[in-house]
RNA sequence: GGUUUCAUGGCCGAGUGGCUAGGCAGAGCUCUGCAAAAGCUCCUACAGCGGUUCGAAUCCGCUUGAAACCUCCA
């Protein structure tokens, strides 16, 4: 393992600090996933395409992460408070279709989407379903502990009970009292105590779709403990890094430390990292807010916000280079600017690619200090933004600066007779390691083959029209290799896939 | 109303008490059949007003503006 002095700024401190896994070499990490009842906006992607680096990195750093991602297929609730609909029950009787339809179908849009993106799949992704059982171990475990009590078939969460001996808020720096009042009246509170208490198993009403036997009667678990049972389950009851989206400190994340420590005594997670939000026109794209745009929408460029088609990777380029805790907004100049500079980067890698390829061709020089040092600073200021709570816009910045040196190679403005085999080695490898592994960025290739396959058979008519007829045949026998026939037609040229 | 965060050059966007961020755009040069790519050079900013300091864009205060959370949202 590499010796780095990673750190991270960890939400419960309000601090950067050294990151140190509580079991290395293994690093538990768990990220709150998608509730699965419509399709992921840009602003969920930015979100998990931020945790695909920090797994990445750590992953290129040589620890073994186990990263958990959740599945939200149930207890996620629409509108106010606990009194809403299930937001996957309610899609399902608006579209007459079974929930787990619903949760299919969205799953599947989601996963296209990561791929998409080059997201790294979790190593595991439990669904709240899948767990009903430890849900109610859970619920049990908290009102066995006195911080969870029944009212008409529901459980919920005794945080006045639970703040006379542990500080609730303490994540969200949020004081209870002032959370009180500025809490506005919501309808259908009767059955709590208190008006912060949340949910942790629901009566479920004859109409509910989604619902399970237990204990307290039929019903269906409360959001927040879906996180805290699975977390548990796979990561232990204490484990090193837990993420989201900004918007789930509160109060997701706040009452998952709450029932951790409610159920267990401890709190389970070390270092609490969270996203910023995603903005359109400097508003938050959120789906209550109407302003969400979906990944396809910006893959095709068809919204009546943009000018035209952005590719998945200008889309994870442009998220690279802004800072995952600040806000990032869309726009249209943005964007362009972010599709060119990753075209520049694809072209590095390639050259750095055939660079590698055509070492054993070069002559190097012998060892040179000066350069060695020179190359070593440039590679240091790349890890150095990794280092320092995942900065990709500063170790994209170091990369580029790589990348003039391996510009300046390939197209031998500077001979590579003058450097050293290590640093050009060196030189090389970080390059495409960091674009490729820890960026996560990759070539697209072309999008129109069919377009330089025209290009193609024109050179073949045109050779034909002159009786050219070795370069007709070169042409054919190249194409050929290539897994493609050409046709000569009464009707023109044309093209066929080789059936051989 | 409460809590919190932010304000950087034409645009996007890092960062830091004294040393070039980087990308995009623009200007010039090298290279080049033309062009592109690439490299080099230039453009070099830190909302406003005070304060601390040898020195602040960076720390502190005030003013102005923006956003997020406090209610489901990544």
Redesign the pocket.
């Known amino acids: 393992m590499k010796k780095h002095q990673l750190k991270l700024y960890n939400t419960l401190t309000r601090a950067k600090e050294l990151f140190e896994p509580l079991k290395p070499p293994y690093v538990g990490m768990y990220v ?1 996933g ?2 699965v009842y419509s399709d992921v906006h840009l ?2 992607c ?2 998990f395409t931020s945790f695909d680096i920090v797994y990445r990195y750590l992953t290129h750093l040589g620890y073994k992460v186990r990263y958990v991602r959740n599945i939200t297929d149930v207890g ?6 606990d009194e809403g609909e299930d ?1 996957i029950g309610k899609k399902a009787k608006l579209e007459n279709l079974e929930p787990m339809e619903i949760v299919q179908r969205y799953t599947n849009g989601f996963h296209f989407v990561m791929q998409q993106l080059n997201n790294t799949p979790p190593s595991i992704e439990p669904t709240a379903t899948g767990h009903i059982v430890e849900q109610l171990e859970m619920t049990q475990q908290i009102i066995n502990n006195g911080y969870g009590y029944v009212a008409n078939g529901s459980v919920y969460f005794d945080v006045k009970k639970y703040a006379e001996k542990y500080e609730y808020g303490k994540l ?3 004081v209870l009292d ?2 009180l009042a ?3 009246e919501l309808d259908g509170q009767e059955e709590k105590r208190n008006k912060e208490d949340f949910a942790l198993w629901k009566n479920a009403l004859p109409t509910h779709l989604m619902r399970w036997k237990s204990p307290w009667g039929d019903g269906f678990p409360g ?1 927040h403990l879906e996180c805290s049972v699975m977390s548990m389950k796979y990561l232990g009851e204490r484990f090193d890094i837990h993420g ?9 994340h706040e009452c998952e430390v709450a029932q951790s420590v409610g159920a267990y005594g401890t709190e389970a997670v070390k270092y609490w990292l969270h ?1 910023n ?3 359109v026109n ?8 109407g302003n969400s745009i979906l990944p396809a929408e910006l893959f095709t460029g068809n919204h009546a916000l943009l000018e035209q088609p952005y590719s998945p990777m200008t889309l994870r380029f442009f998220m690279l ?3 995952y805790r ?4 869309i ?1 249209n ?2 964007l ?3 599709q ?2 990753y075209l ?1 980067m694809m ?1 590095g890698l390639k050259n750095a690619k055939e660079l590698q390829a055509n070492q054993a061709t070069f002559t190097f020089a012998t060892s040179d200090d000066k350069l060695k040092t020179e190359v070593q600073e440039l590679i240091a200021a790349v890890y150095e933004g990794m280092d ?1 709570d995942f ?1 990709t ?2 170790a ?2 170091g990369l ?2 790589l ?2 040196k391996i ?2 190679l390939h ?1 031998q ?1 500077q001979t590579i007779a003058t450097w050293d085999k290590e640093s050009f080695d060196t030189l090389l490898a970080t390059y495409i390691s960091f674009v490729e592994d820890v960026l996560g960025l990759r070539e697209e290739g072309l999008t129109d083959l069919a377009a330089v396959l025209n290009v193609l058979l024109g050179l073949y008519q045109e050779a034909k029209h002159n009786k050219n007829y070795e370069q007709v045949d070169k042409l054919r026998t190249s194409m050929k290799s290539l897994g493609i026939v050409v046709k000569d037609m009464k009707t023109g040229i044309g093209w066929a896939y080789d059936e051989v």
């Open positions: 709150c998608p509730t602003g969920n930015r979100t996620h609730l629409v509108g106010d408070a937001k969200s720096g949020r002032e959370l500025g809490q506005r959001w989201g989206g900004m918007d789930l400190k509160f109060p997701h996203t939000m995603l903005t400097g508003q938050r794209m959120g789906k209550s807010v280079q802004t800072h600040g806000t990032m907004d726009t100049d943005a362009k600017a972010a060119k500079g520049k072209n320092d900065n816009a500063m994209i910045a580029f600066n990348l003039k510009n300046t197209t403005q």
